[in-house]
């Protein structure tokens, strides 16, 4: 998921220059519908960018609106596949994939009273799509979800059709998505970004409050995010195997993962919302875990990703021969083994383990184990490449264990020397995608958090705007032949779709303009009286606060 540009938070301008908070309602005073008055405190590394689903293409942003807005689909612990939540059904209504119906629950409000209809929902998708037109500074870049939509129609309070200009088998998981939230028409703004941070949605939550500290490089600097059970939520999204655990939520916003680990220790926080604890903390506090005392560990299977992205418009990686060197000399193990300590699992495709259709390309193609350099040296001596190459290699501090990785990556590729590897630290990921922007980076490395749980969004991303991720890489075969098959396949586990992904991610890993390195694992750490966190880690990459409880 790429990062978004941080937005001012105008409405409370006035209070930017100290530390502040601006309420957008009374806190609760207790549980919603039989929920035990139990708050939860939760930590993470990833603020939000803006509390705007029209603005926001973050990880950090989508993590709160997954819990204040609905979706018409939303995915229920362990699934892929999307069901309804504000709808009653949606589907296809006709065999190409192209028109998209769905029928609202009746009764639907947001949280201050105003109706949720069809003509809200047409509302939330339209003003996505037009402020993304606009291009506006502030733009995040997210109305690219939608951008197979041609337009939206709707059939009295409760029907709504997407007429899409493609077949598009995804388009269930994209409504599903943070880009799919529901916004009330009457305080969201159709053509600019909501002002201040007093969002309306009708999710299991509502925001009650927002602190926020000295603003950052003129960005807002987000502290903690209160909210409370929205009493008039009506969805499928809580069912009665997951009605809510606790009354309410503060989420707070941590510079490192060791200022999150020492509110651990402290007590001050309950739990960690998302898996940014150092691996050398990870592998202590798991080996020294004892049931019902202390920290806990929960685990999961994760499905963020991390790859080195070569650049093959400028420098030396315009040549395949010197992109396929880097493929066949980066040790995976090593790295998962040496940096992670085992806290991430060595990764052989574009598509992550766990998704449907995952190959290990990159291992068919060249091996399991790295390529001895005196093979690698007669490989490019025969390709006329004069060695060793020399290049620039960019990442962002930001991400626990960066530096050992850069570092290591190093070793593995100046091995016979092959490479002369120059290490470009970067302070963190939005300054290393403003360098991306100059096209002048020859190699980087970035993780990838996908937007939905369908192997489509391990791929379509990477063949996108010239300059995505740096790398410039284009396929034609891909992009025009085997994606647009994919995508009419609706039936996303049929062997059809599984041959046509497996071709995609063989012609990945022959191009080699991204080099895979590991997939993550998903890691909370939790007080001991902490409940219900296993629930909610799932491939679906969705935290949800409602099923978090204490014992």
Not at 222 to 234: G, I, T
Not at 327 to 336: K, L, P, S
Not at 512 to 533: H, M, S
Request: aromatic share 8%; hydrophobic share 35%; glycine share 10%.
């Amino acid at each position: 998921m790429s990062a978004a540009k941080r937005l001012a938070t105008l409405g409370c301008v006035g209070l930017l220059a100290a530390t502040s908070a601006c309420s957008s309602s009374s806190s609760s005073s207790g549980g919603v519908d039989g929920a035990p008055k139990t708050a939860i405190t939760m930590g993470t590394i990833e603020s939000y960018s803006s509390l705007d689903p029209a603005g926001a293409y973050d990880t950090g942003s989508w993590l709160v609106f997954y819990n204040i807005y609905q979706r018409l689909m939303s995915y229920a612990p362990g699934a892929t596949i999307p069901t309804p939540d504000a709808a009653q059904n949606c589907s296809f209504a006709d065999s190409t994939d192209t028109v998209y119906t769905c029928t609202l629950q009746s009764g639907l409000t947001f949280s201050n009273g105003d109706p949720l209809n069809a003509a809200a929902v047409k509302y939330s998708i339209d003003r996505v799509i037009q402020i993304g037109k606009l291009k506006r500074d502030n733009d995040s870049g997210v109305s690219v979800l939608l951008s197979t939509v041609q337009s939206v129609t709707t059939s009295g309070d409760l029907g709504i059709t997407f007429h899409l200009n493609t077949s598009d088998a995804t388009f269930p998981d994209r409504l599903a998505s943070g880009v799919g939230s529901i916004v009330d028409p009457k305080t969201f703004p159709a053509t600019s970004l909501l002002q201040g941070d007093n969002p309306v949605g009708s999710g299991v939550y509502q925001v009650d409050s927002v602190k926020l500290g000295q603003p950052q490089g003129g960005r807002a600097n987000p502290q903690s995010v209160s909210m409370s059970l929205n009493a008039d939520y009506k969805g499928q999204a809580i069912t009665a195997t997951s009605k809510p655990l606790n009354s309410s939520v503060q989420l707070n916003y941590y510079t490192t993962p060791a200022q999150m680990m020492t509110a651990l220790n402290s007590g001050a926080i309950d739990m960690n919302a998302s898996t940014d604890i150092a691996s050398s903390d990870l592998v202590r506090l798991e080996g020294a875990q004892i049931l019902g005392k202390g920290l806990q560990v929960d685990t999961g299977a994760g499905t963020q990703t991390r790859m080195i992205v070569l650049n093959v418009k400028n420098g030396p990686f315009s040549n395949p021969a010197t992109r396929k060197a880097v493929a066949e000399m980066v040790d995976r193990n090593a790295i998962a083994s040496q940096v992670y300590q085992r806290t991430v699992v060595p990764l052989y495709s574009v598509i992550p383990g766990g998704i449907g259709d995952a190959t290990t390309a990159y291992q068919d193609v060249y091996g399991a184990d790295p390529t001895a350099a005196s093979e690698v040296r007669r490989q490019l001596d025969n390709a006329g490449v004069k060695l060793p190459i020399s290049f620039d290699y960019s990442y962002a501090q930001s991400s626990p264990g960066a530096d050992a990785e850069a570092a290591l990556v190093k070793q593995e590729l100046e091995t016979g020397g092959v490479f002369k590897v120059n290490l470009k630290p970067v302070a963190n990921l939005n300054d290393l995608i403003g360098e991306w922007g100059t096209g002048k980076v020859e190699a980087s490395v970035s993780g990838w958090s996908s937007d939905y749980p369908d192997p489509d969004d391990y791929v379509s991303p990477f063949l996108g705007a010239p300059g995505t991720f740096g790398s410039y890489y284009t396929n034609a075969y891909i992009s025009n032949t085997l994606v647009p098959q994919t995508l009419q396949q609706s039936d996303r586990s049929s062997a059809d779709l599984q041959t046509e992904l497996g071709k995609i991610q063989t012609q990945f890993a022959k191009d080699a303009a991204y080099i895979p390195l590991w997939q993550n694992k998903q890691y909370v750490v939790t007080q001991a009286d902490v409940t219900g966190v296993p629930l909610t880690l799932d491939t679906a990459g969705i935290m949800r606060f409602w099923m978090v409880g204490k014992n």
